[in-house]
């Protein structure tokens, strides 16, 4: 097994296409203490866990530490030695280039018609506005054409532009990441003619093993991969986390905590109090109330209160985050939505 990650990944162009702070996480198995400290250390708004898929029966032990999260998707990787003996294209005259920057417009427009109203793990998050989702995928494919390990491919059939292919190598392993045939051209072969002719390049690059992968649920895809001599090999879940510690469409309430809550076993109660006193309004009502204490509120401790509202719905909705802090050490973590009835 090997070693769990020691940091989130920052990821800069998925934080500033949601307005959020975003990270990813890859890990062997789920170590819920661990990963709040990274999250609470960030201040993070929402992480994409990876995790075997095995890990499901673990997903449990989020609960214990308060973090709200949601499975997003799973995906299934497969792997071919490319050592092996290539079959023929079934569309001979189908051609493969390696785009430069000066092709980023066609790559642009070949993935928002391929793509278009494609649901990725994206979409199963209610904090993420999937209207931008397409954008990033454009981003994403763009990213692999003149990059270090990478490379972007347009396919070309009597001249005309049909599907691209990105693709990753790091000495003799190789990956197939993002794939993408028009819709005119499917049918007729054109994927796996694509899928064959980036394995040829990237045997002539020194590869003697190729991965890919893909959501679940994409059975046809599959389907080819197999006929094409990849063989199942893991399955990962994709598990969005959602503590949301720094987004806040409001301003944020900080204050100390009064020394007569300075109780774990009132913390919670004190809360809903604050909540009900500071926050009033016509008919206005606390739902959803969940609470985690993680450490034991005493006496003389140095304790502040945030309470940050990432997500206000004009029919009243308001999301809630509030957490307890001793310096540094979350305390207490408490998350609520607050309905206006009027």
Known sequence: MSEQPIDLEFSPTESKRFGLKIYRYTADHIEELRLLGLINRERADVVFLRVPADEATGLHRLDRVGLPYLVADTLVRYDADLTSEMSELRNPSLELRQLRHRDEAKLDSLVRTIFLG?????????????????????????????????????????????????????????????????????????????????????????????????????????????????????????????????????????????????????????????????????????????????????????????ISFPKIEPNGYHRAVVAIRDGENLCVLAYCNLINKT
């Open 118 to 306: 494609y649901k990725n793990h994206y979409s199963a998050n209610p904090l993420l506005d999937t209207r931008n989702a397409l954008a990033g995928y454009s981003e994403w494919a763009s990213s692999f054409i003149d990059a270090d390990d990478k490379m972007a491919f347009i396919a070309e059939l009597d001249d005309a532009a049909v599907g691209f292919a990105t693709c990753t190598i790091k000495r003799d392993e190789s990956a197939g990441i993002l794939y993408g045939v028009i819709p005119d051209a499917a049918g007729h072969g054109v994927y796996t003619d694509i899928l064959r002719l980036t394995k040829r390049r990237l045997r002539e690059l020194g590869a003697t093993r190729m991965s890919v992968s893909t959501q679940v649920q994409n059975v046809a895809v599959q389907r080819t991969w197999v006929r094409e001599g990849f063989e199942f090999t893991q399955s990962q879940l994709t598990v969005h986390l959602n503590p949301l510690f720094s987004a806040s469409v409001r301003e944020v309430d900080e204050f100390d905590f009064d020394d007569a809550f300075r109780h774990d076993q009132v913390a919670s109660e004190s809360i809903l109090q604050y909540l009900n006193e500071r926050y009033p309004g016509p008919r206005t009502e606390i739902k959803d109330y969940r609470c985690a204490v993680l450490a034991p509120l005493v006496h003389g401790g140095d304790y502040r209160v945030r």
